[in-house]
Structure formats: structure tokens, C-alpha cells
T-cell receptor, first 112, second 116 residues
């Protein structure tokens, strides 16, 4: 298996634009986590899914952020409209029900 | 509510020496998992070691061992025989009972620098 795959690896966008981050889970995994990493706030859990169902989205900063799992192997995190303070590295990670999570390489987002 | 605390923002260790990275946690769950991850300067998150709350023996993986003290709610990572390549950020993480959703949260991290 190729591991968790995130795209794009880098994204530079202008304030106000819509940004979509993508994540392909490891085949067979049924838990999916989205994290945001910044120097100031560390690794924040934004939202996580079990079996395609969102379980806890209390970490999503505001309504500008949304996440979906249209199928068992794929997820998107969308920011609309984007703001400079959204600049961060966004990670997704997948796992089986109660095992270690495997991380993608991350998407470095810069909003100018 | 769950919480993970890493009180050492930065640590230094001499090459070939052992080092302990501290981690304490708070949870009301009886069943939970504890993890350590390594993040080198290249940015990827690498899983190192896992300890289940019901495991009676401390987990070991090569040069990594997890010093699990359940009553004190601590899960310290011990790296033996440090190598220059061990220089990185280290994160402690906890996964809640899967019957309650299995949320996985991380501490703030400890930056380890190994000196030659």
C-alpha cells in the first residue's frame, strides 16, 4: 500500500479564494483524522470520521471549514473563503478502529 | 475531557546517551491507547510506539521504550543510545476508547537535539 496520500503538497492562494485539500486513506482503514499544525497552536484535531461518519467536528475553527468523506477511501477538507490565518500544514491520518494512525505527508497552505 | 501534557519544550542529549521525554495524560476512559510519534525537520509524522491501557508490560520497539505508569497517568518515552538522526520533534498522543469514538489527540511536543 502506498500509505496515506495527500494532495496538493503545497498550496498558495489569495485571501478569499476557496481551497480544497484531499486525502486518500490506506485501504481497509475506517478512521480518518484531519489535523492542522502551526507553531503557535501545535497539532490541532479538526475533525474525525469513523466509517465515513463525522464523529466530532468540535475542532473545526469556524463555518468556513468543512470536511466530507464521499466514500470509504477519500476525504476532502474545504476552506471557503480562505484567510491568511488559515496558513498552516494540514495533515490527514487514517487508522483501523483503535490502532496507530498513519499520516500523510501534509499540505502546506499559504494564504496571502 | 482528554488532555495530553508534554512539559519539556526542548531537550538536549549527548550522542550515545539515553534520554527520557515526559508525557502525562488525563482521561476518564478505562480503555485507551498511548502513542509516540517522531517528526523530523522534513515534516512527516512517524509512528514509533504504542501502549494499550490494559497492557501490563511496558512497550518496547528497538531503541524506544515506553515507561507506562498508569496510576500516575504518565507515558514517558525512553530513547536509548541516542543517535544524531534522533534529533526531531516528538509527540505524545492518546486515543480514547473506540466505543466512545476513538478520538486521537496530541501533546505540544518536545524538540530533541542530539549533540555529537
Amino acid at each position: 500500500d502506498a500509505g496515506v496520500i495527500q494532495s496538493p503538497r503545497h498550496e498558495v492562494t489569495e485571501m478569499g479564494q476557496e481551497v480544497t485539500l484531499r486525502c486518500k486513506l490506506i485501504s481497509g482503514h475506517n478512521s480518518l483524522f484531519w489535523y492542522r499544525q502551526t507553531m503557535m497552536r501545535g497539532l490541532e484535531l479538526l475533525i474525525y470520521f469513523n466509517n465515513n461518519v463525522p464523529i466530532d467536528d468540535s475542532g473545526m475553527p469556524e463555518d468556513r471549514f468543512s470536511a466530507k468523506m464521499p466514500n470509504a477511501s477519500f476525504s476532502t477538507l474545504k476552506i471557503q473563503p480562505s484567510e491568511p490565518r488559515d496558513s498552516a500544514v494540514y495533515f490527514c491520518a487514517s487508522s483501523l478502529r483503535d490502532t496507530e494512525a498513519f499520516f500523510g505527508q501534509g499540505t502546506r497552505l499559504t494564504v496571502v | 475531557a482528554q488532555k495530553i501534557t508534554q512539559t519539556q519544550p526542548g531537550m538536549f542529549v549527548q550522542e550515545k546517551e539515553a534520554v527520557t521525554l515526559d508525557c502525562t495524560y488525563d482521561t476518564s476512559d478505562q480503555s485507551y491507547g498511548l502513542f509516540w510519534y517522531k517528526q523530523p525537520s522534513s515534516g512527516e509524522m512517524i509512528f514509533l510506539i504504542y501502549q494499550g491501557s490494559y497492557d501490563e508490560q511496558n512497550a518496547t520497539e528497538g531503541r524506544y521504550s515506553l515507561n507506562f505508569q498508569k496510576a500516575r497517568k504518565s507515558a514517558n518515552l525512553v530513547i536509548s543510545a541516542s543517535q544524531l538522526g534522533d534529533s526531531a520533534m516528538y509527540f505524545c498522543a492518546m486515543r480514547e476508547d473506540p466505543r466512545r469514538g476513538g478520538k486521537l489527540i496530541f501533546g505540544q511536543g518536545t524538540e530533541l537535539s542530539v549533540k555529537p
